[in-house]
């Protein structure tokens, strides 16, 4: 370990917290060492009478009960995994300059090279200790990410930790500014080697996995007291030693950044504000267009390509930015793999896996989508499957078409609909039969129908959130009933309260409704209208309905990455509680209501003027008309919502060309 102070400080530390360990182990052998002085005392006829012989007698099985107990969680603490992160290994067959680069700013920095170089769906970079014996190598023949190992007899020599880089730099960042921001990473590969520090890493990664023994949900009574008495020994051994470690660990990053400065300091100076753009147009590209194809079933397979795409785009787009577009004319550290579209495409899996919760490989309902591909199989689908949902819960409300639709008993789904249901709340409809759309693959009868992997229909394929979904029997006698209910004498009645379906019968909920206001205590449906409000209420029942059978269906969980991998591969990293990482919370009643508005508004769009579905990296899904990306929409949607105002959605609508009377093709 060099000089640096704050190396001296982490040492300093370590050893605070290897105090804290050899105090446990004191207490724990107390009892055992009093034992024995009373049993050699006896034996030496020092010690005897009957109050010595008493404590002698009481002690002793207190001490083998003790000793017991220190072996049990010492054991424990010794043999639980700990938490490793989910990576994407790289094998020096794969990337041989990367490790080449690797190794030569080791070698600058003067400080031991990493073991293995892993990539993570994040923009982060970190040192990763995996030196317990659970994370250890596999056989030689299989094992090809661990540099220079593979025996059995070079397992217990030292060995660095792996270096974990987020995959988002190698495509964004140049050569130079990626061996710039890693400089202080493998730079704490130096305390990292010191015996102390690691041993005072083990320590607190063992009491942490222990802790998350203690803490997994068993149905054995014995088993679970006797691991809550481990994991409250353990977490009080955490909270004494939390600070010590906490500073320790400080002081190895402070060790880091002094003994980096010598290297590439101005370049890195530069490369720090690649870092933060290259955060922004990954959280950008995850949340507005990766997830909605997550939703869909399916994941982009070039994530980390998508965001060099979309920093150029804000180049393009601010002026600020001009500078970094002059970049993309430099070598790319991506370069430094043998086969970048691969490694992409396992990072994009992964992303998905973490960000979203879809399966460990690719599958029916799970499956791969290219770029180029994204607006047909992504965009088009969702706003068609939306703009059916729409429909069918008008239907179950008992919404009767537009005036100037065509005729009810062939009505197919209309914008016009849509747009006067939300506008005219007072609207007595005339008596007639229900509404009864004939577009391919709808079927109001059946909600799921359409979206079930057993019987998909020729329209579309459906994602994986949506498969497997019952049909309701309740629908149907809902929209059948609908004349009943909205007779002419109906315009003297006054409006429904907001409990109530609007336009609907108030006796005919959906499947699950409880009979009250769905949206009475919802505040983000406060402002709107209350035909609003209920099409929302009914939207999010609707769409729960639809997603919680595939939910209850999955029975112990989803495919662990062991499992899916072979035997080969050790589950290191647990995926019971996937997503790990949610990109966004549910979203609301309103968001809901706009985004199948906006969808309806969209396919009305595109089967009325021609306009595409489209593929914006920085916003998403789009509209293109002409070419042209249509703007302003999400206002005029959000006015209708709100207030009941369809007039800017309608001139928004004239301006285009669009005919809201003109039926829609549905998923």
């Not at 490694?343 to 770029?371: I, M, N, Q, Y």
């Amino acid at each position: 370990m060099g000089v640096e102070a704050g190396a001296q400080a982490a040492r300093a530390r370590a050893l605070a917290v290897l105090r804290m360990r050899s105090r446990a182990l004191a207490v724990a052998l107390l009892p055992a060492a009093v034992a024995v002085i009373l049993l050699a005392g006896a034996a030496g006829d020092r010690l005897e009478g009957p109050v010595w012989d008493a404590t002698r007698w009481a002690l002793t099985p207190v001490a083998a009960l003790v000793l017991l107990a220190a072996g049990g969680i010492a054991l424990v603490v010794a043999r639980a995994r700990p938490a490793m992160s989910p990576t994407v290994p790289i094998a020096e067959e794969a990337a041989p300059d990367l490790y080449r680069m690797v190794r030569d700013l080791a070698d600058r920095l003067d400080v031991p090279a990493p073991s293995a170089i892993a990539l993570t769906p994040d923009c982060d970079s970190w040192l990763e200790d995996r030196t317990h014996p659970a994370h250890g190598p596999p056989p030689a023949e299989e094992h090809d990410d661990i540099a220079g190992s593979g025996r059995h007899a070079q397992r217990r020599q030292p060995v660095a930790p792996v270096l974990v880089i987020g995959s988002p730099f190698l495509w964004w960042m140049r050569v130079g500014e990626l061996r710039a921001v890693l400089a202080p990473v493998v730079a704490g590969t130096g305390p990292s080697a010191h015996p102390d520090i690691a041993a005072a890493r083990r320590f607190v990664r063992g009491l942490d996995a222990a802790v998350a023994v203690a803490s997994a949900p068993r149905r054995d009574p014995v088993t679970r007291a006797v691991l809550a008495g481990v994991g409250w020994v353990a977490r009080l051994l955490l909270r004494s030693c939390r600070a010590h470690a906490a500073e320790m660990e400080r002081g190895v990053a402070s060790a880091a950044a002094e003994r980096a400065q010598a290297v590439d300091y101005g370049l890195r100076i530069v490369a720090q504000e690649q870092v933060g753009l290259a955060y922004a147009g990954w959280d950008r590209l995850l949340t507005r267009v990766a997830l909605p194809a997550w939703r869909m079933g399916r994941w982009p397979s070039r994530l980390d390509a998508g965001v060099v795409a979309a920093l150029t785009e804000l180049s393009r787009r601010d002026r600020l930015a001009e500078g970094f577009a002059s970049r993309l004319g430099e070598r790319p550290a991506c370069d430094l793999l043998e086969e970048p579209g691969a490694v992409d495409e396992a990072a994009s899996l992964l992303a998905a896996r973490l960000f979203h919760g879809g399966p460990a490989g690719s599958g029916p309902d799970w499956s791969p989508v290219d770029w180029s591909e994204y607006p047909e199989e992504v965009v088009d689908r969702k706003w068609r499957l939306d703009a059916a949902r729409l429909h069918r819960v008008l239907d179950a409300m008992g919404v009767r078409p537009a005036p100037g639709d065509a005729p009810p008993a062939s009505a197919a789904p209309t914008l016009s609909r849509v747009l006067d249901h939300l506008t005219e709340p007072d609207r007595a409809w005339p008596p007639g039969p229900p509404c009864t759309i004939t577009a391919p693959g709808y079927s109001p009868a059946a909600p799921a129908a359409g979206r079930s992997a057993a019987a998909p229909t020729p329209a579309a394929t459906a994602p994986a959130s949506a498969a497997a979904a019952p049909a309701s029997a309740t629908t149907a006698p809902a929209a059948a009933s609908a004349p009943a209910a909205t007779t002419s004498a109906s315009a003297a009645t006054p409006p429904e309260p907001a409990g109530t379906a609007a336009g609907g019968p108030a006796g005919a909920p959906l499947p699950g409704d409880t009979g009250a206001a769905p949206f009475a205590d919802d505040e983000d449906l406060a402002d709107t209208t209350p035909r609003s409000a209920a099409l929302a209420a009914r939207l999010s029942a609707e769409l729960a309905r639809e997603e919680a059978p595939p939910a209850a269906a999955t029975g112990p969980g989803p495919v662990s990455p062991a499992a899916a991998a072979g035997p080969g591969s050790a589950a290191l990293w647990d995926d019971r509680a996937l997503p790990l990482f949610p990109l966004q919370p549910p979203r609301t009643a309103r968001e809901l209501l706009a985004d199948h508005l906006t969808a309806m508004v969209c396919c009305a769009a595109m089967d009325s003027v021609g306009a595409t579905p489209g593929l914006d990296w920085l916003d998403g899904p789009s509209l293109l008309v002409d070419g042209e990306r249509a703007a302003d929409l999400a206002p005029k949607v959000l006015t209708l919502i709100e207030d009941g105002d369809a007039v800017p959605l309608r001139a928004w609508l004239a301006e285009l060309g669009t005919r809201p009377e003109k039926p829609v093709r549905l998923a």
